[in-house]
């Protein structure tokens, strides 16, 4: 079976920094997502990672380590409209995704 | 782009009704997938076409669950009977997969089964 493991909840600070955890078990591996998704609507698209290392865009990273099993993503200069779920999915095979159960992360000013 | 549209935005049905869920996904995108969310079971995959065609339906929970793609610019999700165990969002989303990996998602249809 596939797991997906990402704590459920993250309290940070207007201005700070915060590093989401995501820890997966798949039969396989093609690609892992971040989507983030504010209460009440559809998640939307942050990053993608496939091979190892750092994706950076804007004020969003994504970092990956296959062997691991482990990903992150980082927020830096948060603003309080960063409050939302974030999702960790991994594909194990082209197109079928599993997402894990979310950080609902919270800032505050 | 209008971005995938999905019809209803709201259902409330009765128990042993049959509902249909609609979804036309972004022109030019070749796969189709439909979610589920839930607070207890999150966000899952129930069925994904490429180019019309299923190709993995496993994740449809039981035979009351269906879906269609009749053509590129439509698709279907009739759940006959519905359970109240059937409430939740329902989100349809679309991918040029051969450009992107990134998945665009509808507003999705929060179905109440009373």
């Known amino acids: 079976g596939q797991n997906i493991d990402q704590p459920t909840e993250m309290t940070a600070t207007e201005g700070a920094i915060v590093q989401i955890n995501c820890t997966y078990q798949?039969?396989?591996?093609?690609?892992l997502f971040w989507y983030q998704q504010h209460a009440g609507e559809a998640p939307t698209f942050l990053s993608y990672n496939v091979l190892d290392g750092l994706e950076e865009k804007g004020r969003f990273s994504s970092f990956l380590s296959r062997s691991k099993g482990y990903s992150y993503l980082l927020l830096k200069e948060l603003q309080m409209k960063d409050s939302a779920s974030y999702l960790c999915?991994?594909?194990?095979?082209?197109?079928?995704?599993?997402f894990g159960d979310g950080t609902t992360l919270t800032v505050k000013p | 782009d209008a971005g995938v549209i999905q019809s209803p935005r709201h259902e409330v049905t009765e128990m042993g009704q049959e509902v249909t869920l609609r979804c036309k996904p972004i022109s030019g995108h070749d796969y189709l997938f439909w979610y589920r969310q839930t607070m207890m079971r999150g966000l899952e995959l129930l069925i994904y076409f490429n180019n019309n065609v299923p190709i993995d339906d496993s994740g449809m929970p039981e035979d009351r669950f269906s879906a269609k793609m009749p053509n590129a610019s439509f698709s279907t999700l009739k759940i006959q009977p519905s359970e109240p165990r059937d409430s939740a969002v329902y989100f349809c989303a679309s991918t040029p997969r051969m450009r992107t990996n990134e998945q665009f998602f509808g507003p999705g249809t929060r179905l109440t089964v009373l």
């Open positions: 798949t039969s396989g591996f093609n690609g």
């Open positions: 999915a991994v594909e194990p095979h082209a197109g079928k995704s599993t």
